[in-house]
């Protein structure tokens, strides 16, 4: 790991915490992770709903970060360079307060609480500024509610897959995913729900192109059904998302994506939008109406991909080099 080093723990804010959306958490914990060198500058970076505090690998933990591929010695997230921050989010399936650390039902969470908490994680590090803050998919909707909140905190803004507020169309299909899920907890399966609302997610994540490329052929007879290609791939997706998450993280922070509701005047940072051309979940026309109305300096950039809106994890080398772009300036 070329001497990257970590720290990661476990921290309380020490006031009680009120939430956006109703309720509030007596001192909260925050689970994070900072890697780099020590006097390097500090980059934020969040992701979808199931990404870590574990950004990427490092001498005192080694196993592959959720973004291993971008962040790291001599990536376009150059740990050498920068110390890397990552926090799990409130309400999910980490180290933050969440569904599994009490045994109360977790009030809604909204984008904007997770800015503050953050906030509050950056004021206990004594870290008073960030250079980039790096949100992709969930983690965008909390970069933009950071840059509204705490524009004096931040330098700049890049946000790949992210919008201001969710097209009705995703938000129509998560309300399934979530109904699914509690169904199936009622049934006693809550496993089963999960691996539903995954295979149902893993369709917008990606694009119909990328559908029809790998999954052109006829269908196979099983048991007595006709089975197709598709629903092989959709379902072990489902099954090992079933077994890493639990359903109550899932039902709140999906719940919060579709409470992301944020006027783009109040983004005063100087801000990088990226989109792919087929993402269906923040897709081109409402990052180009959120490039329009930042009140700050905005360059907006669509790019093709046939991974829709995991593209933020699969475009390496592209996305690679727009970071290593905007770093470098």
Excluded at 157 to 180: D, F, K, N, Y
Aim: proline letters at 6%; a neutral charge.
């Amino acid at each position: 790991m070329h001497g990257t080093s970590a720290i990661r723990g476990e921290i309380r804010v020490g006031h009680t915490f009120k939430l956006k959306r109703g309720g509030s958490l007596p001192s909260p914990q925050i689970g994070y992770e900072l890697t780099g060198p020590e006097n390097g500058p500090v980059l934020v970076a969040m992701g979808g709903i199931s990404a870590t505090r574990h950004v990427c690998a490092s001498v005192e933990f080694l196993e592959p970060g959720w973004w291993e591929d971008f962040a790291g010695p001599g990536k376009a997230l150059d740990t050498t360079r920068f110390r890397v921050l990552g926090m799990d989010f409130l309400g999910g399936n980490g180290r933050t307060q969440g569904p599994r650390l009490q045994d109360a039902p977790f009030p809604s969470v909204d984008p904007e609480d997770q800015a503050r908490l953050l906030a509050d994680l950056l004021d206990v590090l004594k870290i008073p500024r960030l250079q980039v803050f790096f949100g992709a998919s969930y983690g965008g909707m909390v970069a933009l509610q950071f840059a509204a909140l705490f524009p004096k905190k931040l330098e700049k803004l890049v946000v790949v897959g992210a919008t201001h507020r969710p097209p009705a169309i995703a938000t129509a299909l998560r309300c399934v995913q979530r109904e699914a899920i509690r169904r199936c907890q009622r049934l006693g399966d809550a496993a089963e729900g999960l691996r539903i609302a995954r295979a149902i997610g893993m369709v917008t994540y990606r694009s119909a192109q990328e559908f029809a490329q790998r999954f052109d052929a006829e269908p196979e007879s099983r048991d007595g059904q006709l089975a197709f290609a598709v629903q092989d791939y959709l379902f072990a997706r489902g099954d090992d998302f079933a077994r890493r998450f639990s359903p109550e993280a899932v039902l709140c922070l999906s719940e919060s994506i579709d409470l992301q509701n944020l006027e783009p005047e109040r983004v005063r940072v100087p801000a990088e939008l990226l989109c792919a051309s087929s993402d269906f979940v923040a897709p081109p026309e409402l990052m180009q109406e959120l490039s329009r109305r930042i009140d700050a300096p905005c360059r907006y950039t669509q790019y093709e991909s046939l991974y829709g809106h995991d593209s933020f994890l699969k475009e390496v080398e592209l996305l690679g080099a727009h970071f290593k772009r905007i770093l470098d300036i």
